[in-house]
């Protein structure tokens, strides 16, 4: 992360560079990116954008004269290839994996401060001095989450690394690495070459959503009372209902059925089945 830039109409970006090298904060990787990805990113993050589905966007990319080393296949072919850098923009980073390492290295104050935080810079609907204030943001998260992955599926995307730390608070698409789009229905479809035991098959994206909300809601638990607890996990079990709900407008639009008929459910079911079957 380099900076916070306003632009001429007041919108606040979080400037982040990717592939430009290890951080403090780096795993064992080099923290570099290929070009090939690289581009890969800035087409989609954009493509999604005028799709009008939440994502970061990317600003720039810059070829490197640097040579970076990537098993492309993971099959143990290890090659050279030319290294890039992307210049990305979104309103923020943080991540349920931000809130979920406090917690689980039981940092509560810190965690608490994170939470003021983001919910002061971009939850702006819900008061920063309100006792539910945690609680509200997490019904936001859940719900933004489930129209996020009910938008992903409307256009065939498959993100391909659906774990916490890929999963925003915003609920915005953010890091593109192995994503996909299906060329035909396949719920079993899977962009990611490694993901050998398709956890992250694009028709299991919507129960990802809610593991990493499950997860979400353990780190937030120590700052909950009783009473809070019992409402966010009613807030968790409505989940599934407002996925369907989102999943099914966006469908009913695709097909141009206006208002409300029993029988479009089984309609848009029956047509996946006969794109599945051809």
């Given at each position: ?17 990717k ?24 087409l989609?993050?954009?493509?999604m ?31 050279k ?8 923009l ?11 390492i ?7 104050d ?13 939850f ?20 933004e989450?489930?129209n996020?992955i ?26 593109y690495g ?33 593991f ?29 209902e ?29 047509l996946?089945?006969?794109s599945?079957?051809c």
């Amino acid at each position: 992360l380099i900076g916070v830039y306003t632009n001429r109409h007041g919108e606040r970006w979080e400037l982040q560079l990717k592939g430009s090298g290890k951080t403090p904060y780096s795993r064992n990787g080099d923290g570099r990116a290929v070009l090939r990805s690289s581009v890969r990113e800035f087409l989609c993050s954009e493509a999604m954008y005028y799709l009008g589905i939440p994502t970061s966007r990317a600003a720039s990319l810059v070829v490197s004269d640097d040579d970076v080393w990537r098993d492309q296949f993971y099959n143990g072919n290890i090659q050279k290839e030319r290294g890039a850098v992307v210049l990305r923009l979104a309103k923020s980073w943080f991540r349920i994996g931000s809130l979920e390492i406090l917690a689980h290295s039981g940092e509560l104050d810190l965690q608490r401060k994170l939470l003021d935080f983001i919910i002061q810079e971009h939850f702006p609907s819900i008061a920063v001095n309100h006792s539910n204030r945690y609680l509200e943001f997490f019904s936001t998260v859940v719900s933004e989450t489930a129209n996020l992955i009910a938008l992903w599926m409307s256009v065939g995307f498959a993100h391909g690394v659906c774990n916490t730390d890929n999963f925003s608070l915003l609920s915005i698409t953010i890091d593109y690495g192995p994503f996909g789009f299906m060329e035909s229905y396949d719920p079993n479809f899977v962009p990611n070459t490694s993901d050998d035991e398709r956890r992250y098959k694009i028709g299991n994206q919507a129960n990802v959503g809610l593991f990493n909300l499950s997860k979400l809601l353990q780190a937030l638990k120590p700052l909950l009372d009783p009473r809070q607890k019992q409402l966010a996990s009613q807030i968790l079990e409505g989940y599934g209902e407002r996925y369907y709900t989102r999943f099914t407008e966006l469908f009913k639009a695709k097909l141009g059925l206006p208002g409300e008929n029993e029988d479009d459910n089984y309609l848009i079911a029956f047509l996946l089945k006969v794109s599945l079957l051809c």
